[in-house]
Antibody, heavy 120, light 110 residues
Framework: QVQLVQSGAEVKKPGASVKVSCKASAYSLTDYYMHWMRQAPGQGLEWVGWMHPKSGGSQSEQKFQGRVAMTWDTSTNTAYVELSGLRSDDTAVYYC?????????????WGQGTLVTVSS | QSVLTQPPSVSAAPGQKVTISCSGSSSNIGSDYVSWYQQLPGTAPKLLIYDNYKRPSGIPDRFSGSKSGTSATLGITGLQTGDEADYYCATWDSSLSAVVFGGGTKLTVL
């Protein structure tokens, strides 16, 4: 069955970078869009961006532009999001989610989440 | 402030029905489909409704979705204590070129 398995929790200092992985199984990364979301402690969901390995395209939310990079490795069927220039307000659980087969957005499978803590 | 507006909380007794609203604008709900997600404490969100009203396989028909104009509604009937969770609506915003979420609604089953 489809699964998205993310890398483990990270603790980073302000100004550092973090790279979170999301390994897909039971389907090919190139067949679907993948989105990244995050959720700060006690807060709601926030969209980070999407990536589409088949076309090579990606787009991030404007507030992250210049700080975020979404990449993928088709040989391992793994997606990555890297956030640089970390600040304390980047502390959040980061999720990858597959955009399914619906007409529009439908995040049908989610990773388990990766907690990124930014602290000096 | 979220682009999509949801009530912070709703509550109802077991067995009753509850609705959760999601209000947007012409650039998001008014021009695209809405999906809904359930997030149980400490877990990743789960897709409940997509394309305004469709249910993924495995989601019981106690959950329903509808859309009218620039608003969408999630309905849950036959409430169970296991339905206590946060619920989020989401759609694409063409003006922002971004996925937008509601702020989330905490459902309490009294």
């Amino acid at each position: 069955q489809v699964q998205l398995v993310q890398s483990g929790a990270e603790v980073k200092k302000p100004g550092a970078s973090v790279k979170v992985s999301c390994k897909a199984s039971a389907y090919s990364l190139t067949d679907y869009y993948m989105h990244w979301m995050r959720q700060a402690p006690g807060q709601g969901l926030e969209w980070v961006g999407w990536m589409h390995p088949k076309s090579g395209g990606s787009q991030s939310e404007q507030k992250f532009q210049g700080r975020v990079a979404m990449t993928w490795d088709t040989s391992t069927n793994t997606a990555y999001v890297e956030l640089s220039g970390l600040r304390s307000d980047d502390t959040a659980v980061y999720y990858c989610a597959r955009d399914g087969v619906g007409t529009s957005l439908d995040f049908d499978y989610w990773g388990q989440g990766t907690l990124v803590t930014v602290s000096s | 402030q979220s682009v999509l507006t949801q009530p912070p909380s709703v509550s109802a007794a077991p067995g009753q029905k509850v609705t959760i609203s999601c209000s947007g604008s012409s650039s998001n709900i008014g021009s695209d489909y809405v999906s809904w997600y359930q997030q149980l404490p400490g877990t990743a969100p789960k897709l409940l409704i997509y394309d305004n009203y469709k249910r993924p396989s495995g989601i019981p028909d106690r959950f329903s979705g509808s859309k009218s104009g620039t608003s969408a509604t999630l309905g849950i009937t036959g409430l169970q204590t296991g339905d206590e969770a946060d619920y989020y609506c989401a759609t694409w915003d063409s003006s922002l070129s971004a996925v937008v979420f509601g702020g989330g609604t905490k459902l309490t089953v009294l």
